[in-house]
């Protein structure tokens, strides 16, 4: 199903309010996207197949290009029982200068009983005076897998820019059967000083992390953090990998969004084999 969401009235048109549903189900041997609903500018044109027909994957598109001052995001989607869906995006997203109002966008995933959920977007480019609020929440079944990862980039530093105003707030949480597993909070404003620290951003602008949960990860993870540490970003950037109670981590801090987005990548072709259970098939959309 394709609709629109209901639209509020009266609707402002100096902001983008906009949202996303979307509805995964496991039918037969393919996944389908039983759901598909949107309000403003948030889509998803079609279901691909490049895997057949077990893998729906589906590329989020925001035509805007960018989230500005009072923009509010909402992209939801549900996994039902034994589907498989992967979602990415086709570039990177930008929050642009504000003028002193807040954006923000919320993304909800549910991924239901023996299901598995890929979220692989491009990264994200905050750029200076932006205001900005982005909360991440993952509920897991008890044996759903996930794979998931995140790349900001504070400032456009091929443009020689500096985070040195507005601020970013991040929220980036993950449940498994109502247990959490993974919460992580964090809030800085331009100039502020954990920029520069050793115990921040140690003067460095570009943060990745990957997450990756799936049901046989504590019997697995000895060996996947021997082949995972065995791959080093191709900048020499600081990094690290984790293995704890029911999650693997990575973590990536340097100034090169493309050096962190392909070793990820690496990482995630390592991972997928034994979170997913299929060979890692790169999305096109990531060589366009």
Same mark, same amino acid.
């Given at each position: 199903?394709?609709?629109?969401?209901?639209?509020?009235?009266?609707?402002?048109?100096?902001?983008?309010?906009?949202?996303?549903?979307?509805?995964?189900?496991?039918?037969?041997?393919?996944?389908?996207?039983?759901?598909?609903?949107?309000?403003?500018?948030?889509?998803?044109?079609?279901?691909?197949?490049?895997?057949?027909?077990?893998?729906?994957?589906?590329?989020?598109?925001?035509?805007?290009?960018?989230?500005? @001052? %009072?923009?509010?995001? =909402?992209? &939801?989607?549900?996994?039902?029982?034994? !589907?498989? #869906?992967? *979602?990415?995006?086709?570039?990177?997203?930008?929050?642009?200068?504000? @003028? %002193?109002?807040?954006? =923000?966008? &919320?993304?909800?995933?549910?991924?239901? !009983?023996? #299901?598995? *959920?890929?979220?692989?977007?491009?990264?994200?480019?905050?750029?200076? @005076?932006?205001?900005?609020?982005?909360?991440?929440?993952?509920?897991?079944?008890?044996?759903?897998?996930?794979?998931?990862?995140?790349?900001?980039?504070?400032?456009?530093?091929?443009?020689?820019?500096?985070?040195?105003?507005?601020?970013?707030?991040?929220?980036?949480?993950?449940?498994?059967?109502?247990?959490?597993?993974?919460?992580?909070?964090?809030?800085?404003?331009?100039?502020?000083?954990?920029?520069?620290?050793?115990?921040?951003?140690?003067?460095?602008?570009?943060?990745?992390?990957?997450?990756?949960?799936?049901?046989?990860?504590?019997?697995?993870?000895?060996?996947?953090?021997?082949?995972?540490?065995?791959?080093?970003?191709?900048?020499?950037?600081?990094?690290?990998?984790?293995?704890?109670?029911?999650?693997?981590?990575?973590?990536?801090?340097?100034?090169?969004?493309?050096?962190?987005?392909?070793?990820?990548?690496?990482?995630?072709?390592?991972?997928?084999?034994?979170?997913?259970?299929?060979?890692?098939?790169?999305?096109?959309?990531?060589?366009?």
């Amino acid at each position: 199903m394709t609709s629109r969401l209901p639209v509020p009235l009266p609707e402002t048109h100096s902001t983008w309010q906009a949202e996303l549903h979307l509805g995964f189900a496991r039918s037969g041997e393919r996944t389908v996207l039983r759901e598909n609903r949107h309000r403003g500018p948030l889509r998803v044109q079609k279901a691909l197949y490049p895997e057949g027909d077990a893998v729906c994957q589906t590329i989020v598109l925001h035509p805007p290009s960018g989230i500005a @001052g %009072g923009d509010q995001l =909402s992209i &939801r989607a549900d996994v039902g029982a034994v !589907a498989h #869906a992967q *979602l990415t995006t086709p570039g990177a997203g930008k929050w642009y200068r504000s @003028g %002193g109002v807040e954006a =923000s966008q &919320r993304v909800e995933f549910t991924v239901g !009983a023996g #299901a598995t *959920l890929e979220w692989l977007p491009q990264e994200t480019i905050v750029f200076d @005076g932006a205001r900005a609020r982005m909360e991440t929440r993952v509920d897991l079944a008890a044996d759903s897998r996930f794979i998931g990862w995140d790349i900001l980039c504070l400032g456009r530093v091929a443009s020689g820019e500096r985070f040195r105003q507005g601020h970013f707030l991040p929220f980036y949480r993950v449940h498994r059967s109502n247990a959490p597993i993974w919460i992580e909070r964090g809030g800085f404003s331009g100039n502020d000083p954990m920029l520069d620290s050793p115990a921040g951003w140690a003067g460095r602008t570009v943060c990745g992390t990957l997450l990756c949960s799936f049901p046989e990860l504590p019997q697995q993870a000895t060996a996947l953090l021997v082949a995972l540490r065995a791959i080093a970003p191709a900048d020499a950037a600081l990094h690290g990998i984790t293995a704890l109670p029911g999650l693997l981590v990575a973590r990536y801090l340097g100034d090169n969004s493309e050096a962190a987005r392909l070793w990820l990548a690496e990482l995630w072709k390592i991972l997928r084999p034994a979170c997913c259970q299929r060979p890692a098939v790169i999305p096109r959309i990531w060589n366009t």
